[in-house]
């Protein structure tokens, strides 16, 4: 089983449409937890972190579930520009630099 | 503009050769991190650096080497290179340790024929 796991996708979806990734990860112990944003052929950039109280930026809302060891990204109205990649990261500890990264969902919204 | 520059953006290489990848970034951050990236596997980390003079391994270390002689500058060298390497590597930087914000380089696409 991989460390961190997220649907590849893609998810087709139409403009204004709400949708919603999940990332499940396998070590008990990771304390941050991030979503990161990949557009083809360019590099990650940050999204949002993730808090255990869930965090939200305008469309976008991220919650973390310690219990079943998974992380959300909701997207609400979705726009044309929000087609990428997102990825999700875990932090295994406190500090540390062996940050996991999973291996994307595509998202295309279309007109 | 600050940021995180690699070079070359992209190479073909002959199996065999020795190639070093540069980095270098201008926003004073101690830590910097190599990944590459394949398709369906995601991003993997190869080494790190926690600040200048020392550097650990990650999860795909073999076949790679880095140095930090100072804060800016974090080269990748592969000694050997063989088309298992091909891909696409991604610096990377922040201020202490990846529970801060990663800032990415724009990728260098590395083909080993």
């Known amino acids: 089983r991989k460390e961190v796991e997220q649907d590849p996708g893609p998810f087709n979806v139409p403009e204004g449409a709400t949708v919603a990734f999940n990332c499940t990860y396998s070590?008990?112990?990771?304390?941050?937890f991030f979503w990161y944003r990949q557009d083809c052929r360019k590099e990650p950039k940050l999204l949002m972190s993730?808090?255990?109280s869930g965090n939200e930026d305008g469309r976008f809302t991220a919650q973390l579930n310690r219990a079943s060891q998974y992380i959300s990204l909701l997207i609400r109205d979705s726009k044309l520009s929000d087609s990428a990649t997102y990825l999700c990261?875990?932090?295994?500890?406190?500090?540390?630099?062996?940050?996991?990264f999973g291996a994307g969902t595509r998202l295309f919204v279309k007109a | 503009i600050a940021g995180i520059t690699q070079a070359p953006t992209s190479q073909i290489l002959a199996a065999g050769r020795r190639m070093t990848l540069r980095c270098t970034q201008d926003m004073r951050h101690n830590a910097m991190y190599w990944y590459r990236q394949d398709l369906g596997l995601g991003l993997r980390l190869i080494h790190y650096s926690n600040t200048a003079g020392t550097t650990g391994k990650g999860e795909v270390p073999d076949g790679y080497s880095v140095s930090r002689a100072n804060t800016d500058d974090f080269p990748l060298t592969l000694a050997s290179a063989v088309p298992s390497q091909t891909s696409v590597y991604f610096c990377?930087?922040?201020?202490?340790?990846?529970?801060?914000?990663?800032?990415f380089g724009q990728g260098t696409r590395l083909t080993v024929v």
């Open positions: 990377a930087s922040s201020k202490g340790g990846m529970n801060t914000e990663a800032f």
């Open positions: 070590n008990s112990a990771s304390q941050s």
């Open positions: 993730v808090y255990s």
């Open positions: 990261v875990v932090s295994p500890y406190t500090g540390g630099f062996k940050t996991i």
